[in-house]
C-alpha cells in the first residue's frame, strides 16, 4: 500500500489474495479461520495506510458449477466461512464455465448457452443467500480449460464473452467484473497473443483474437451509457438445449442503456444462426427512430482470427466488426452475432 502511494497508483480496490479455497493453499494456511485472521491483520495495515480502499475476501466459484465430494465441501465451507469476513467490503469469486470434452463445435454450442442460462440465476442466489447485499467481484470470469480447447479464439468465444456480459451488465449483485486474459501465447482465450506466421500474415507483434471485438464493441457503449434501464424482448424464439442442459434458451439475449439527451445504447446477443428481427420494448414503449448496427457476426462458429485446435495453421482473419445503419423497424439481426445498437431517437406508444 505504501509502495503504491509512493509511486502515485490510485489503486481503490484489493483483493486479499487469490483462490485460497484450492488445496495448495489449504495445506499452506490451514482453513479458512485462519485465513480470516491473516487477512484481518492485512486489512487494518492497509487501511492504516489508505482509509478509502475498498478489501474483497475471496469465496470460491461453487455458485457456478456443482462440486462434488471432500473438494466441494471444503469450498463450500469455505464460502460459508467468508460470512464472518466483517472488515471486508466485497467478495471476490472466479467465473470459469466447464465445457464437455469434444471438439464439436454444434456440441459445444448448445452446452454452453444452455449451461449459462440455467446456472447464472442459481449462481446469484447461492452467493445472495450467502453474502446478502455484500457486492460481488466477479474479478475472473472465461471458458475454463486453457491452451487447446476447441472454441478458443472462435466466434462462438466471441459470442460467449458478448452472452456474459451482458448477463454482468444486468446484475444487480456484481459490482466489478474483471476478464481473464488480456494476452497470451497462442490460441489461448485472451485478446491478444503473439503473432506467428504460421497463423497469419501479420504487420505487427500481435495479433487481435476473437475475444477482441466484442470487447471493443462494449467499450464503445460503456463509454457513452450513463444508466441502464428494465426492458421486453417479443418474438424471441427457443433454441434447444443440450443434454445436460436440456431446457434451452432464447435466441436474443440484450442490455439496454440510456445516454445523453435521446441517445439509447443496446448490446445485443443473437445465439441463433439466422436472422432475428427485433421487438424491444423500453419502459413499456417501443422506439421507432434509426438506428446504427455494429456487429461481430459469423455463421460459421469455428472462423477465428489465426487459428484454433481444429484450424491450426493457415486460417485467414474471419471475425471482425461489420455495420449496417437503417430505420429501428426494419432492424435484423445477423445470425451468430454479437452487436452494439445505437438509437438517436423517441420512444413512441
Partial sequence: MRYAKQKGYKIKRWELGNEFYIRIYRDLIGGPEKYLQIAR???????????????????????FFADSGSKGDYRQRWDQAMTQADFADAIAVHAYWRMPDTDNLDTLYHDLFSRLEQQWDPAMKYYRDLYGDMPLWLTEWNIRGFGNRTMNNTQLHAMFIGDHFIRILNSDTI?????????????????????????????????????????????GVLAKAESRYDFTIGNNPKIKGSQDFPAGFSAVNASVL????????????????????LRVQISGTRLA????????????????????????????????????????????????????AIFDDTLIN
Fill in 41 to 63: 491483520r492485512h486489512a487494518d495495515a492497509m487501511r492504516r495506510e489508505d482509509p478509502e480502499i475498498q478489501l474483497a475476501v475471496p469465496a470460491s466459484g461453487t455458485g
Fill in 289 to 340: 427512430g434509426r438506428w446504427q448496427l455494429d456487429c461481430v457476426a459469423n455463421r460459421d462458429l469455428a472462423a477465428t482470427n489465426g487459428g484454433s485446435k481444429t484450424n491450426p495453421s493457415t486460417a485467414p482473419p474471419e471475425v471482425a466488426i461489420s455495420r449496417q445503419a437503417g430505420r429501428w423497424d426494419s432492424l435484423l439481426l445477423p445470425g451468430n452475432s454479437f452487436c452494439s
Fill in 258 to 277: 440510456g445516454g445523453a439527451g435521446s441517445q439509447w445504447y443496446f448490446l445485443l446477443l443473437n445465439r441463433g444462426n439466422t436472422e432475428q428481427a
Fill in 175 to 219: 459490482a466489478l467484473a474483471g476478464y481473464h486474459q488480456i494476452a497470451a501465447r497462442g490460441k489461448w482465450p485472451s485478446l491478444f497473443s503473439k503473432a506467428k506466421k504460421k497463423d497469419m500474415a501479420s504487420k505487427g507483434a500481435t495479433v487481435k483474437r476473437a475475444a477482441y471485438f466484442p470487447f471493443q464493441l462494449i467499450g
